[in-house]
């Protein structure tokens, strides 16, 4: 068998290996196969390549190593970070990998072009490269500020930042890098070519930037996906300019992930991609001022907790504010003790619920409640008039009725869950303010409604005690 | 189907710089067909698992470093398109091991009631 024939097994055993992985995630019992075969995968893709390098003489071996060593170390520590941070990190972890494929595409078109190499510049694989650097860099600078803002870094503006005409200049940019991009497939050997190359690179670099500032945390989750997308299509462009039919398909699998995960987190939120990049939130909301300052009831955890423990179903709704205060432990004690109690105990979870899509399940999990219990907005919704308290955690908009009734609310049409059906509503609040856009919630002015104001952690842990308290142990 | 595809327009182009014959609508095909099985498998995964789902993307889309290798390792190439490569490599292998184990980190913690799974 030759080297090359060698390199193609490798690589196609690499690719089953990568469909077995994503397919193995579809169910929690299997789904650490998958990893184990991603990581199969990967390391025949890796020794295929070497492979193929070493049948064709390659160099820089002690290097190369060195790259690897170098990167090992800086991820180990970036898989360890707390769940919590798990967003950012995801963030993190798209924009290293949209650098990576727009460094190989430059490489690649400078060393064509240092090459005077017409036939590597074929038109198809310009706009390949066009292509790839667009979506790396774009990713590359969209992701660090994405990261940024998840992290609460002080020189990010965590509000949507928006200014007159934004939406013109940046599609006047486009048009620009498009017209760049057109400049060169048609003259991928003049002499202005490099500094065409250069101008894509710094408009994709400043299209991340343009692209992030208008998106607010709550959309956070639906732009994280799209950027996932970004970085596995970025790594198909790639494909297609090295003729390398594994980076196309992992990186389509990749792609159709992220474009899956994009289209779900729209649909939870009832906007189109189109409306989520092109529309900032928070502008549309300034209206809801109007009208007499509503009052809040405020309520004890004693009673909270005795009205609790009388129920037969309580459904708890997490957002946000759970993952802020790190409150997942002590939600679970409080899950225990009701369920020692005899009391059912639901976890209502929102898609968009949190900062990325699933943040909620895993942030459970790891407080090591049962996945079971954890159950999706549309299977709950049905048992929602049934359920005695509902209790919500540091979630806002996803519970608010005003997305199902208000036509003037900017959620209305979101798919929410029917917190307002229940027979009482406790939710905990860290502040007075209204939510994420400044969007009041009429869901907290219900007459069923009490409100428990404070941090996520210390009122969900008060209510443990309380419950505890009163088993008498 | 796929492998037929795949092995039918076994690419010469996987070493060095040089191009073999490019197979334009071989790879357009790889690819349409790749994006559909992943569209038809990830519909099917779970919605409990969408964050670890998404760390192990990353991962698999670090497979640029494929990519990173060729560049790297090609025979007198300018130093700084080398240097490119490397960090290139740098950036794919960070998202191949922190990708893959805080995914299975993750996984482990997702547990059914009663706690018998692994």
């Known amino acids: 068998m030759s080297a090359e024939t060698l390199v193609q097994v490798l690589y196609l055993v690499s690719t089953a290996l990568f469909i077995l992985s994503l397919k193995w995630m579809s169910d929690p019992e299997t789904a650490r196969k998958g990893v184990f075969s991603g990581v199969g995968a990967m390391t025949l893709a890796i020794a295929g390549t070497l492979t193929g390098v070493l049948a064709t003489g390659g160099t820089h071996y002690w290097w190369i190593l060195g790259a690897f060593a170098l990167g090992a170390a800086v991820g180990y520590p970036l898989a360890q970070v707390p769940l919590t941070a798990v967003p950012q990190r995801t963030a993190l972890s798209h924009a290293f990998g949209g650098l990576a494929a727009g460094l190989v595409g430059t490489a690649k078109f400078f060393l064509y072009y240092g090459q005077k190499n017409e036939a590597a510049l074929a038109p198809f694989i310009v706009v390949a490269l066009v292509a790839e650097i667009l979506l790396g860099f774009l990713t590359f600078t969209g992701s660090i500020l994405a990261a940024g803002k998840l992290q609460e870094v002080k020189w990010i503006p965590q509000r949507p930042v928006t200014y007159p005409l934004q939406n013109v200049s940046n599609l006047a940019l486009f048009a620009l890098a498009l017209a760049l991009g057109v400049a060169l497939v048609l003259h991928p050997l003049a002499p202005w070519a490099p500094w065409a190359f250069g101008g894509i690179i710094i408009l994709s670099l400043a299209f991340g930037v343009l ?13 994280i996906s799209i950027l996932n997308a970004y970085a596995g299509l970025s790594a198909v462009a790639m494909g297609f300019v090295l003729n390398n039919k594994l980076l196309i398909t992992a990186g389509a699998l990749d792609g159709s992930s992220g474009l899956i995960l994009s289209v779900i987190m729209c649909k939870a939120m009832n906007r189109s991609f189109f409306n989520v990049l092109f529309g900032a939130f928070g502008q549309t909301s300034t209206a809801g001022a109007e009208g007499e300052a509503k009052a809040y009831k405020a309520d004890t955890t004693e009673s909270a907790a005795q009205v609790m423990e009388q129920a037969d179903l309580v459904v708890i709704v997490p957002g946000y504010g759970m993952a802020v205060a790190q409150a997942q432990h002590k939600v679970r004690e409080v899950y225990d003790l009701l369920k020692k109690k005899g009391v059912t105990v639901k976890f209502a979870i929102h898609p968009v619920a949190g900062r990325m899509p699933g ?106 005690r309380k419950l505890a308290g009163e088993s008498g142990h | 189907m796929l492998l037929m595809t795949l092995t039918q327009h076994a690419a010469p182009a996987t070493g060095g710089g040089g191009h073999g014959e490019l197979d334009v609508m071989g790879a357009v095909f790889v690819f349409m067909l790749a994006t559909f099985i992943g569209l038809m498998v990830i519909q099917r995964v779970s919605r409990l698992l969408h964050t670890p789902l998404m760390s192990l993307t990353n991962a698999i889309s670090a497979i640029a470093v494929v990519g990173a290798i060729i560049v790297s390792a090609g025979k007198d190439y300018p130093g700084y398109i080398t240097m490119l490569g490397l960090v290139a490599i740098f950036c794919s292998t960070t998202n191949i091991v922190s990708g893959f184990l805080i995914t299975d980190r993750m996984l482990k913690m997702f547990k059914k009631q009663g706690g018998g799974a692994k």
């Open chain 1, 211 to 223: 692209l992030i500032i208008p998106i607010g945390g709550a959309d956070m989750p639906t732009v």
């Open chain 1, 359 to 464: 943040h909620m399940n895993v942030l459970l999990a790891e407080a090591e409640i049962p996945y079971d219990d954890l159950v999706e907005m549309d299977e709950i919704n049905g048992d929602m008039p049934q359920a005695d308290v509902v209790l919500v955690i540091g979630a806002n908009d996803v519970v608010n009725p005003a997305a199902r009734s208000d036509k003037s609310s900017p959620i209305y049409g979101m798919p929410i869950i029917d917190a307002d059906k229940a027979r009482a509503v406790y939710a905990i609040k860290r502040s007075k303010a209204p939510g994420f856009a400044g969007i009041d919630n009429e869901l907290y002015f219900l007459d069923k409604t009490f409100m428990l104001f404070g941090d996520a952690k210390g009122v969900v842990g008060e209510l443990a």
